[in-house]
């Protein structure tokens, strides 16, 4: 068995090779600053479906022009660029805005908003998660949204 030490070399190495980053670096990050893997939205505490999603993907991170490749690797790592969740966000299912609300696809089926509806405890991100890095990440994520493919969770 080979240990790598989790060096920047490594964290440029993979930032380099792939799209999704959730390097030893990152997790870390989320782990100081959320503790244990508990989505941030329906509480599960499942640690195999639960993982650091990024608010701002790598993918454009990478796009960005205007970033050196130091920044552009900082912010993929940055425990602000990320929360603990299951799957849903990344698979575009549930979305986070930028006035901190959870919205689900419309196109989902009447069971499944049910389900969603149920499981997601958390409908609004509270403010000890929200800082000014956060909402940046969470700006140019939703750059190129179409907020109308998604409603509200009822009350």
């Known amino acids: 068995m080979k240990l790598t030490n989790a060096t920047i070399a490594l964290e440029e190495s993979e ?3 792939n799209d999704s980053l959730r390097s030893p670096r990152y997790i ?3 782990l100081e600053k959320y503790g244990d893997k508990k989505c941030a939205l ?3 505490e499942i640690p195999q479906i639960i993982q650091g999603a990024h608010i701002w993907p790598v993918a454009d991170i990478k796009r960005d022009n205007q970033l ?3 920044e552009k690797l900082e912010r993929a ?3 602000d660029n990320g929360l603990w969740l299951c799957k849903l966000l990344d698979a575009n299912i549930i979305r986070l805005f930028n006035d901190c609300t959870v919205k689900y696809k419309k196109e989902l089926s009447e069971n499944q908003r049910e389900y969603l509806n149920e499981v997601t405890t958390v409908k609004v ?3 000890d998660i929200v800082n000014d890095r956060f909402t940046e990440y969470l700006t140019r994520r939703n750059q190129n ?3 109308h493919e998604y409603a509200d969770f009822p009350n």
């Open 125 to 127: 991100l509270s403010s």
């Open 68 to 70: 050196s490749q130091y």
């Open 145 to 147: 949204v179409a907020e």
């Open 42 to 44: 329906c509480e599960c």
């Open 15 to 17: 930032f380099r090779e």
């Open 28 to 30: 870390y990050n989320l």
């Open 77 to 79: 790592i940055d425990g």
